[in-house]
């Protein structure tokens, strides 16, 4: 049986399998390598499973008292687990997807682990022979060791920290990689390395606060777009995209997309959309957020939110869980750049980034769209609008429906605006927006 080919069920149960395994897996080759084999076991009289345990056993002294017995140990458990979780990329298998990741996250923690290998060692040389024996047996396919060590010893831990496997393996990869980060920039030992990492270090800090002095002043726009369906929004903020370099966001195309996806609720998102009804609340604010930091960690120069808000409860809410809580993410995240990031300029940019999408306000400005009904109908029933007829919720009767909706919920929303003083009326026809 080959290395490479992957078995229904392991093999190996216990060591008296370990030969017999052996023995087959040495006997099933390619004809070429079968006659390489053969010819080697003719000219010395030595039969290949006493080959095979002969370089076992001198791989072993050597990941013992070698000098580069790390090197050896890291490369064997690198290699064939590299190669086997590029195969699996595109796999439509979840169990072998979350098997590669169970062995990395392993791997992993014995790469922590390695800082103190020199300590072990010196009272018992076992610790390379010991990790490269254990990492073999969680990635063959033989004996499967990777899906036994999480059935048998992990899941247990999970039943009694009353959390998913799945979470688990995310919060210890996230820990490694803290863990890691913090053993790379441990002091150097020599001198001379460490005037120069000192020197670095100094360097990275006053990149870091004057970054850092960017971020504190950035402020990120937000134009909320309303107005009755048809008014033209879309066709607007397009222009103003064009002129401006804002972002369009369409709580529309956004609830369109959701649709298109085929998700879990993308058959009652349709349903209502095709009545003409609200969509709840948290939806919406959900896709928005998520399509703001999308955006924002793109380098977004502001929003231009169309669609948004429906009625005046949503405006109240954008503006409690995007605004009043973005000082305190703001404040705690400088902090940590402030902690963290010095010791690693690369770093800055991902931290940039998780600090930009909390970097927003509340509305600057409100622009309100307005139009009489019949031209509204009008525009939005046109067989000539390709925009409206390629919609399935633009037809006579949802739009009335619409239309009765934005009197009842929007409304409000634009008065409530103007009474801030940010609300900014514009009356159209039909001639100004073709």
């Given at each position: 049986?080959?290395?490479?080919?992957?078995?229904?069920?392991?093999?190996?149960?216990?060591?008296?399998?370990?030969?017999?395994?052996l023995?087959?897996?040495?006997?099933?080759?390619?004809?070429?390598?079968?006659?390489?084999?053969?010819?080697?076991?003719?000219?010395?009289?030595?039969?290949?499973?006493?080959?095979?345990?002969?370089?076992?056993?001198?791989?072993?002294?050597?990941?013992?008292?070698?000098?580069?017995?790390?090197?050896?140990?890291?490369?064997?458990c690198?290699?064939?687990?590299?190669y086997?979780?590029?195969?699996?990329?595109?796999?439509?298998?979840?169990?072998?997807?979350?098997?590669?990741?169970?062995?990395?996250?392993?791997?992993?923690?014995?790469?922590?682990?390695?800082?103190?290998?020199?300590?072990?060692?010196?009272?018992?040389?076992?610790?390379?022979?010991?990790?490269?024996?254990?990492?073999?047996?969680?990635?063959?396919?033989?004996?499967d060791?990777?899906?036994?060590?999480?059935?048998?010893?992990?899941?247990?831990?999970?039943?009694?920290?009353?959390?998913?496997?799945?979470?688990?393996?995310?919060?210890?990869?996230?820990?490694?990689?803290?863990?890691h980060?913090?053993?790379?920039?441990?002091?150097?030992?020599?001198?001379?390395?460490?005037?120069?990492?000192?020197?670095?270090?100094?360097?990275?800090?006053?990149?870091?606060?004057?970054?850092?002095?960017?971020?504190?002043?950035?402020?990120?726009?937000?134009?909320?777009?309303?107005?009755?369906?048809?008014?033209?929004?879309?066709?607007?903020?397009?222009?103003?995209?064009?002129?401006?370099?804002?972002?369009?966001?369409?709580?529309?195309?956004?609830?369109?997309?959701?649709?298109?996806?085929?998700?879990?609720?993308?058959?009652?998102?349709?349903?209502?959309?095709?009545?003409?009804?609200?969509i709840?609340?948290r939806?919406?604010?959900?896709?928005?957020?998520?399509?703001?930091?999308?955006?924002t960690?793109?380098?977004?120069?502001?929003?231009?939110?169309?669609?948004?808000?429906?009625?005046?409860?949503?405006?109240?809410?954008?503006?409690?869980?995007?605004?009043?809580?973005?000082?305190?993410?703001?404040?705690?995240?400088?902090?940590?750049?402030?902690?963290?990031?010095?010791?690693?300029?690369?770093?800055?940019?991902?931290?940039?980034?998780?600090?930009?999408?909390?970097?927003?306000?509340?509305?600057?400005?409100?622009?309100?769209?307005e139009?009489?009904?019949?031209?509204?109908?009008?525009?939005?029933?046109?067989?000539?609008?390709?925009f409206?007829?390629?919609?399935?919720?633009?037809?006579i009767?949802?739009?009335?429906?619409?239309?009765?909706?934005?009197?009842?919920?929007?409304?409000?929303?634009?008065?409530?605006?103007?009474?801030?003083?940010?609300?900014?009326?514009?009356?159209?026809?039909?001639?100004?927006?073709s």
């Amino acid at each position: 049986m080959s290395l490479e080919q992957e078995v229904e069920k392991p093999t190996i149960n216990s060591f008296d399998d370990v030969l017999p395994v052996l023995s087959q897996t040495l006997h099933d080759v390619s004809p070429t390598t079968e006659r390489c084999i053969s010819a080697l076991e003719n000219s010395t009289g030595i039969k290949r499973e006493h080959f095979a345990c002969g370089i076992a056993a001198i791989a072993a002294a050597y990941l013992m008292i070698g000098v580069e017995a790390g090197f050896v140990c890291n490369l064997i458990c690198f290699s064939y687990p590299a190669y086997k979780s590029f195969q699996k990329v595109d796999s439509q298998s979840t169990d072998n997807v979350l098997k590669w990741l169970l062995y990395w996250v392993i791997f992993g923690t014995f790469t922590v682990l390695d800082r103190f290998a020199s300590d072990i060692n010196r009272h018992l040389p076992i610790y390379w022979l010991f990790k490269c024996i254990f990492c073999i047996y969680l990635f063959l396919p033989q004996t499967d060791g990777a899906n036994r060590f999480r059935n048998n010893v992990l899941a247990p831990i999970f039943k009694i920290l009353n959390r998913k496997p799945r979470e688990i393996v995310s919060l210890s990869v996230f820990l490694f990689a803290i863990s890691h980060f913090e053993l790379q920039t441990k002091p150097a030992t020599d001198p001379a390395l460490a005037a120069t990492r000192k020197e670095s270090t100094t360097l990275i800090q006053s990149k870091v606060a004057k970054k850092v002095e960017v971020i504190r002043k950035a402020q990120i726009p937000i134009f909320f777009i309303i107005g009755p369906p048809g008014a033209g929004k879309g066709t607007q903020c397009a222009k103003m995209v064009e002129k401006y370099g804002l972002t369009h966001l369409s709580t529309g195309d956004l609830l369109r997309a959701e649709v298109a996806s085929c998700g879990s609720r993308a058959n009652e998102l349709r349903q209502k959309m095709e009545n003409g009804e609200l969509i709840s609340m948290r939806i919406v604010l959900d896709l928005l957020k998520e399509a703001m930091s999308r955006a924002t960690i793109n380098g977004s120069r502001g929003f231009l939110i169309d669609g948004f808000p429906r009625d005046l409860i949503q405006a109240q809410q954008f503006e409690s869980e995007v605004s009043q809580s973005n000082n305190l993410y703001y404040e705690t995240m400088v902090k940590q750049v402030d902690l963290i990031v010095r010791k690693n300029e690369k770093n800055l940019c991902i931290k940039q980034n998780l600090l930009y999408v909390f970097i927003v306000r509340i509305p600057d400005l409100v622009i309100d769209f307005e139009a009489k009904e019949k031209v509204l109908l009008d525009r939005c029933t046109n067989s000539k609008n390709k925009f409206c007829r390629d919609r399935f919720d633009d037809n006579i009767e949802t739009m009335r429906k619409r239309w009765e909706t934005y009197k009842l919920s929007s409304l409000p929303v634009a008065e409530y605006y103007a009474r801030k003083g940010k609300l900014l009326r514009v009356i159209h026809n039909l001639l100004y927006l073709s």
